[in-house]
């Protein structure tokens, strides 16, 4: 055995594993205690979500494999960043804040510029919402999402540490606000105190433009507090719907090409 050898830590397989484990258990809940009924065709919109999410995880994720770590070990090596040389432990815990901090902000936007929300209306066209919604994003806005996060972490000198901290957070509370669960009203108010659920970024996928302008965590609910872009409650309580409005049905094909057409709907974030 080469003791000289640094050991190469597969974070692709990792984080594929804990997602997979992260989405069997949601799963199992929304089938236990669903908070919504399902639509009508149920695999078919599955099929979908995964393979649209599925195409850009593979190019933005497992191919290129740990940019965000191959970043932070480069820059810090190189003494770069505004976080090197504090305490190893409060520059993890701070670059995993400020990330998440850059993810709202990224959100918020892709609500206001029309090229970034281009790419964010794919995500937005799901008429229903559940795990695999989480995964229904553009390979292109994933693409966006990564170079933005990468030029966050160097300019941090973010630790590996705070990088897989974060991408852990980002993974959960992705996965976590888009299920289809169902949440005692009680357990609710206590969880989002601090952090997005299920029934806050429900409102956020709603159909109406108002809704869309709020909520834009992706973990902490403290972003939104911050800067007064909470909502409690949707526009109209007794029937919340989902999507663009538009009422369509897309192929996969016709979500990959979606950013390239004309925007029909007005920007929520105006």
């Not at 009924?37 to 740990?66: E, F, Y």
């Not at 993890?92 to 400020?98: C, R, Y």
């Not at 510029?113 to 964010?120: A, C, D, F, I, N």
């Not at 357990?187 to 806050?200: E, G, K, N, Y």
């Amino acid at each position: 055995m080469d003791r000289g050898r640094p050991v190469k830590i597969p974070w692709g397989l990792i984080q594929g594993v804990v997602s997979l484990t992260i989405v069997l258990l949601l799963l199992a809940w929304e089938t236990l205690a669903p908070a919504r009924p399902r639509p009508n065709g149920v695999l078919r919109r599955w099929g979908r979500n995964l393979t649209i999410g599925g195409i850009g995880i593979l190019a933005t994720h497992v191919v290129p494999g740990g940019i965000l770590v191959a970043v932070s070990t480069w820059g810090r090596s190189g003494g770069i960043g505004l976080l090197v040389g504090l305490p190893p432990l409060m520059a993890t815990v701070m670059t995993a804040l400020i990330l998440d901090l850059a993810l709202w902000a990224q959100h918020k936007v892709s609500h206001e510029w029309p090229w970034l929300w281009r790419l964010h209306r794919v995500h937005h066209g799901d008429q229903a919402m559940d795990i695999t919604t989480a995964f229904r994003f553009h390979p292109l806005e994933l693409g966006v999402s990564l170079i933005w996060k990468s030029m966050v972490v160097l300019v941090l000198g973010g630790p590996v540490a705070g990088v897989l901290l974060f991408e852990s957070m980002l993974l959960v509370g992705n996965l976590f606000e888009h299920a289809n669960g169902h949440l005692p009203e009680a357990a609710d108010r206590v969880l989002r105190s601090a952090l997005v659920t299920p029934h806050l970024h429900a409102i956020h996928h709603a159909t109406d433009p108002r809704d869309q302008r709020s909520n834009f965590g992706f973990f902490f609910i403290w972003w939104d507090r911050i800067f007064h872009t909470i909502r409690w409650l949707p526009s109209d309580s007794a029937s919340q719907d989902f999507g663009l409005g538009d009422g369509r049905e897309r192929s996969i094909l016709d979500l990959l090409r979606q950013p390239f057409e004309p925007i029909n709907e007005p920007l929520s974030g105006a």
